[in-house]
C-alpha cells in the first residue's frame, strides 16, 4: 500500500526556517519523481519543487528559487525540504507527492497534478509577518 506522511510544518515569522519532510512507504519506494506543492487558501494547489531520483535532478518554482531545497533520501526514503528566509506568501498546506513515472525528468513548465499519482494528507506551514 502506498503511504506518504509529511511532517515538520508549523509557524514561523518572516524571515524564518523549517525543515519538512515525507516519509515514503510501499510501492513509492519504487519512485522516480517526486515534490512538494502547496495550497494557499482559496488558492489551487501549485507545484513548489521536484526531484528526479535517479540523478537528483531538481527544479524550483520561481517564487521559492534560492531560498527552499528540495533533497531525497534514497536509504531512508524520505523527501526533505528545506525552507529558509519564508514569506508571509510561503503559507499554505504543503503536500509531498510521488510518481512511478520519468515525467518530472525534462520540466518543460510548470508541473502538473496529473504527473503524480500520490499524494500525502499534507502538514501547515504558517508565516507571520
Known amino acids: 500500500q502506498v503511504r506518504l506522511v509529511e511532517s515538520g510544518g508549523g509557524s514561523v515569522q518572516t524571515g524564518g526556517s523549517l525543515r519538512l519532510s515525507c516519509a515514503a512507504s510501499g510501492s513509492t519506494s519504487r519512485s522516480l519523481c517526486m515534490a512538494w506543492w502547496r495550497q494557499a487558501p482559496e488558492k489551487e494547489r501549485e507545484a513548489v519543487a521536484t526531484i528526479y531520483i535517479p540523478d537528483t535532478k531538481t527544479w524550483y518554482d520561481g517564487s521559492v528559487q534560492g531560498r527552499f531545497t528540495i533533497s531525497h533520501d534514497k536509504a531512508a526514503n524520505t523527501l526533505y525540504l528545506q525552507m529558509d528566509s519564508l514569506k508571509p506568501e510561503d503559507t499554505g498546506m504543503y503536500y509531498c507527492?510521488?510518481?512511478?513515472?520519468?515525467?518530472?525528468?525534462?520540466?518543460?513548465?510548470?508541473?502538473?497534478?496529473?504527473?503524480?499519482?500520490?499524494w500525502g494528507q499534507g502538514t501547515q506551514v504558517t508565516v507571520s509577518s
Open positions: 507527492a510521488a510518481d512511478l513515472r520519468p515525467l518530472c525528468s525534462v520540466v518543460l513548465g510548470t508541473p502538473g497534478e496529473y504527473e503524480y499519482k500520490d
